[in-house]
């Protein structure tokens, strides 16, 4: 069964690092998503990705992220200078289509970041 | 503006018992409503989900939902629970624009014991 994926499971990281998260999409896909979730608080939007561009992002999602599809097959978020507070647990998903009612989003494992 | 609430944080029950895990939304247009379950170290799953037509609907591994559009309510239920439920589960609701940009309760853990 195809299935998203992101690498590593869990990162360390030092206050004021960059960090690159990775995520493997389902091959077909076509809209990519990242989610992220605070130990305890819910699971919020981050940015959704089409046709190599932004086409939604959240008030979280400042000049600190950055997303990227660099080669066809991974799609990244990039943190330029981590905080404390961006420590969480972090989703991908994807999307073969993103209208309504057809198709539902498929979610990697979570990304566990600790900046410290 | 969307949002989603999940009273219960924790939900302990016993093997073959049924459940019940609260959903409430809130929505000044129509929504989509989802259940999605986490189990340890792997990602959100797909539950079921409820676009249209009927309200009740009945998903994956023996659970079903029914949308409540008068209540807001959207609960989830299983008449007899498994040790491998065991997992966390999460409501959301999706935005009517972006139809996969969701707004997520903040999760129940079912703990199922023998």
């Known amino acids: 069964e195809p299935e998203v994926t992101q690498t590593p499971s869990h990162q360390v990281t030092q206050m004021g690092q960059e960090v690159i998260l990775r995520c493997v999409p389902i091959s077909n896909h076509l809209y990519f998503y990242w989610y992220r979730q605070i130990l305890g608080q819910k699971v919020e939007f981050l940015v959704s990705f089409y046709n190599n561009e932004i086409s939604e992002k959240s008030e979280i999602f400042d000049d600190q992220f950055s997303v990227e599809r660099p080669d066809g097959s991974n799609f990244t978020l990039k943190i330029r200078s981590t905080k404390l507070e961006d420590s969480a647990m972090y989703f991908c998903a994807s999307n073969s289509a993103g209208n309504r009612g057809n198709t539902e989003a498929f979610f990697g494992q979570g990304t566990r970041l600790t900046v410290v | 503006a969307q949002s989603v609430t999940q009273l219960d944080s924790q939900v302990p029950v016993f093997e073959e018992a049924p459940v019940e895990l609260r959903c409430n939304y809130s929505?000044?247009?129509?929504?989509?409503l989802f259940w999605y379950v986490q189990y340890p170290n792997q990602g959100l799953q797909l539950l079921l989900k409820?676009?249209?037509?009927?309200?009740l609907v009945k998903g994956i591994n023996g659970f079903e939902a029914e949308f409540n559009k008068s209540q807001t309510s959207f609960h989830l239920r299983k008449p007899s629970v498994h040790i491998s439920d065991t997992a966390e589960y999460f409501c959301?609701?999706?935005?009517?624009?972006?139809?996969?940009?969701?707004?997520f309760g903040s999760g129940t853990k079912l703990n199922v014991k023998p």
């Open positions: 929505s000044s247009v129509s929504v989509y």
């Open positions: 409820y676009l249209s037509g009927s309200t």
């Open positions: 959301a609701v999706s935005d009517p624009w972006n139809f996969n940009k969701f707004y």
